[in-house]
Antibody
Framework: QVQVVESGGGVVQPGRSLRLSCSAS????????MHWVRQAPGKGLEWVAV????????YYADSVKGRFTITRDNSKNTLYLQMNSLRAEDTAVYYC??????????????WGQGTLVTVSS | DIQMTQSPSTLSASVGDRVTITCRAS??????LAWYQQKPGKAPKVLIY???ILESGVPSRFSGSGSGTDFTLTISSLQPDDFATYYC?????????FGQGTRLEIK
């Protein structure tokens, strides 16, 4: 069955970097756009970034633009989020989610269980 | 960016009640709207997409309606498993946005 599993979260100091991974299985990863969505403790959902099925198109939330980079390796069925210049307000559970298209805006039909990133000195 | 506003923020209801949650977009999004259910410590789960289409496996007591800027999620007869937080999401643009959430509590 479809599974997406995030990893790479942890505690990091402000200004430092962290890379998250999302490993996918049970579907043809190269046929789907993928997203990162985050949720600060006790708060709502915030969309972070999207990448097209082939990696050629990307789009970011204003709050992370210039600091975060979304990439994918279709040969490894893995999605990544490189997070640089981290701030306390980036503290959140980060989810990867599958979109129901290759790039055209669609809803998210599968989500991982999330990985917690804590930015603190 | 398109802003999504849900109401109410919190809703208290009893098992068997019919409840409605409202979501308003800051500009027209056609029917590019999804509803998600999230339970504590769990990932969101899609219930409705394209404003009114029930995702496979979702109980028929859930329904959605609306187009343009005004949307509703209705649960016809609340079950114990339905007490959770609900989010609307627009996907009319590449920059997706979620409503702030509606927490459905047991009265």
């Amino acid at each position: 069955q479809v599974q997406v599993v995030e990893s790479g979260g942890g505690v990091v100091q402000p200004g430092r970097s962290l890379r998250l991974s999302c490993s996918a299985s049970g579907f043809d990863f190269s046929n789907y756009a993928m997203h990162w969505v985050r949720q600060a403790p006790g708060k709502g959902l915030e969309w972070v970034a999207v990448i097209s099925n082939d990696g050629s198109n990307k789009y970011y939330a204003d709050s992370v633009k210039g600091r975060f980079t979304i990439t994918r390796d279709n040969s490894k069925n893995t999605l990544y989020l490189q997070m640089n210049s981290l701030r306390a307000e980036d503290t959140a559970v980060y989810y990867c989610a599958r979109s129901r298209s290759t790039w055209k805006p669609q809803y998210f039909d599968y989500w991982g269980q999330g990985t917690l990133v804590t930015v603190s000195s | 960016d398109i802003q999504m506003t849900q109401s109410p923020s919190t809703l208290s209801a009893s098992v068997g009640d019919r409840v409605t949650i409202t979501c308003r977009a800051s500009q027209s999004i056609g029917t590019s709207l999804a509803w998600y259910q999230q339970k504590p410590g769990k990932a969101p789960k899609v219930l409705i997409y394209k404003a009114s289409i029930l995702e496979s496996g979702v109980p028929s007591r859930f329904s959605g309606s609306g187009s343009g800027t005004d949307f509703t999620l209705t649960i016809s007869s609340l079950q114990p498993d339905d007490f959770a937080t609900y989010y609307c999401q627009q996907y009319n643009t590449y920059s997706r946005t979620f409503g702030q959430g509606t927490r459905l509590e047991i009265k």
